[in-house]
């Protein structure tokens, strides 16, 4: 016997295997208790969510002989026919192939007649917005006052496109995307009744990949067992069969972005095009992870709308530390504009790596969300950040580091740093911090400014926000900033980390000096005035 997909096994033979529908499923199952059936019904929505297989189960139902709480019983001859698709009283009509007023017509003609091997004559047209303008006029007349044993059931993925004269004769019943929590319950089911091993966390990936649709689910899950069969699926295997990227590119992505580092940028694009990641899928994920990014730094409650890992909500918090709000927005338009540009394109890299560009260069464009970024761009530059010249955070390194104040193997004790090496460093920040381990640099480029003590005889590193703080003072991290300042200058270099928003941390008191930097003011000393009792 030839193999049959999943989702053609396991379509739901009754009302309680239809799932994430329960609302429409109950009100359904009462009017056939109760016998108060409509005339005529339409079922709206996105691909996969139970459209069709309700409007068969409801077909089955009303001609079932021996019906049980409102469920077909499926042994009847009635329920076996209409099963096997043999019904001379159930009829299924593609309307994207059969739009003709000639199709309409013959149904017209069927339904003078009673069926002769069931109580209802159904009739599920499918994509019934592809019918075309005279063919919904010649049905208009019959739906609107069909005989007592016929019921029509429409279905379709685009209601707009249903003249309102259909739709006001129509019980009108919206499926709704199924939750990624529904689709993964019912994937772990079947795979149980199938003896078929997967990681949880595969399941869940491919039910937000599904998109709302348990069909699309189970076809994935199909793909996925047939590329490992015989294997336990893994969650990395299900990426690389679904060419779909792991979160952490999309972090290394998102702070490429945000420093405008375009040539980093490029290159994660190489990386995801020599693994084979499909692109398409690709940029609809990293618009999820944006729009993930933005929810994590705008509530403080976002651990109750995201369905992540604690480990991803730490991620995408310290992001959303990195940024305004205002920025993500513009990100995400950027990238949901590219979804749609890129679906049908033969050249969907050329299109990537156009709308990179435009968001590293906003000087191409005169958009007023593209001036924001060339003034935040500036705002960059003066608090010390090559914008030009900044790498990523996320890539995955190790990093063994050895506090400076104590020194390991033969190196010698560094002496002290003096004020005139406190500025020389300060001076030359950016070229400085570029020498930081990528897991670091972002948090000090993006969100450190640093400073002196009143005397000039300490370095003061003010933090921008608590996050950057608490990742800045832990052991790791201080000790590796304390020998990338000890490479750099030769010296031990003492620093405070500041957090700004405490009380004295102000600019008056610890000044801006990249900012004061930038100011050009010659002091020329007036020999004869000082003489004379003038400074």
Request: with cysteine; net charge negative; glycine share 4%.
């Amino acid at each position: 016997m030839s193999y049959v997909a999943l989702y053609r096994k396991f379509r739901p033979d009754n009302f309680a295997d239809v799932k994430g529908q329960d609302a429409i499923v109950t009100t359904l199952k009462n009017q056939i208790i109760s016998d108060r059936l409509s005339h005529a019904y339409l079922f709206c929505g996105t691909r996969g969510t139970g459209k069709t297989t309700v409007a068969k189960l409801l077909a089955k139902t009303v001609n079932c002989e021996h019906p049980i709480d409102g469920n077909p019983c499926g042994e009847c001859a009635s329920c076996r026919a209409i099963a096997q698709g043999a019904s001379m009283s159930v009829t299924e009509i593609d309307a994207a192939s059969n739009n003709g007023v000639d199709n309409v017509r013959q149904i017209i003609e069927e339904v003078q007649f009673p069926p002769a091997d069931a109580k209802f004559r159904v009739y599920i047209i499918d994509e019934v917005h592809m019918l075309s303008a005279g063919a919904f006029n010649a049905l208009l007349k019959t739906l609107e006052e069909p005989p007592s044993y016929c019921i029509f059931i429409l279905a379709t993925t685009d209601p707009q496109k249903v003249p309102i004269t259909i739709l006001s004769r129509c019980q009108r019943y919206d499926f709704k995307r199924i939750t990624i929590d529904t689709i993964a319950l019912r994937l772990e089911e079947l795979t149980a009744l199938e003896n078929i091993k997967v990681e949880p966390r595969a399941l869940r990936y491919i039910a937000k990949v599904a998109d709302g649709s348990m069909r699309d689910a189970l076809s994935l899950l199909d793909q996925c067992i047939a590329f490992h069969y015989g294997e336990v699926l893994t969650f990395e295997q299900a990426l690389d069969v679904l060419g779909a990227v792991d979160t952490e590119v999309f972090s290394r992505m998102f702070r490429a972005l945000l420093t405008q580092d375009l040539v980093y940028s490029i290159r994660v694009i190489d990386e995801i095009v020599a693994k084979g990641r499909e692109l398409g899928q690709f940029v609809t994920d990293f618009t999820w992870y944006l729009r993930n990014v933005l929810v994590a730094g705008s509530t403080d409650k976002s651990e109750d709308i995201l369905d992540i890992s604690a480990e991803n909500m730490e991620r995408l918090l310290d992001e959303a530390d990195l940024c305004e709000p205002q920025i993500l927005i513009r990100y995400i338009r950027a990238f949901s504009t590219l979804a749609n540009e890129i679906r049908y394109s033969p050249q969907k890299r050329v299109l990537i790596e156009m709308t990179i560009i435009k968001l590293c260069k906003p000087q191409m464009e005169t958009t007023n969300e593209a001036l924001l970024d060339r003034i935040r761009a500036l705002e960059m530059k003066l608090e010390g950040v090559d914008v030009k010249n900044a790498a990523q955070a996320a890539e995955k390194s190790v990093v063994s580091v050895t506090v400076a104040d104590e020194p390991s193997g033969d190196r010698a004790p560094l002496p002290k740093a003096v004020t005139e090496d406190i500025y020389n460093l300060i001076n030359n920040w950016d070229r400085i911090i570029n020498e930081a381990d990528n897991n670091l640099k972002p948090y000090v480029k993006l969100a450190i400014r640093p400073t002196t003590n009143p005397e000039g005889t300490e370095l003061m590193l003010v933090c921008k926000t608590v996050r950057s703080y608490d990742h800045l003072k832990g052991e790791r991290h201080f000790s590796e900033l304390k020998e990338v300042f000890a490479n750099a200058l030769g010296k031990d270099v003492d620093f405070t980390l500041l957090l700004e928003e405490d009380a004295g941390q102000s600019e008056a008191i610890f000044p801006d000096i990249l900012k004061l930097k930038g100011i050009d003011i010659e002091i020329i000393k007036d020999n004869d005035k000082e003489e004379d009792g003038y400074v």
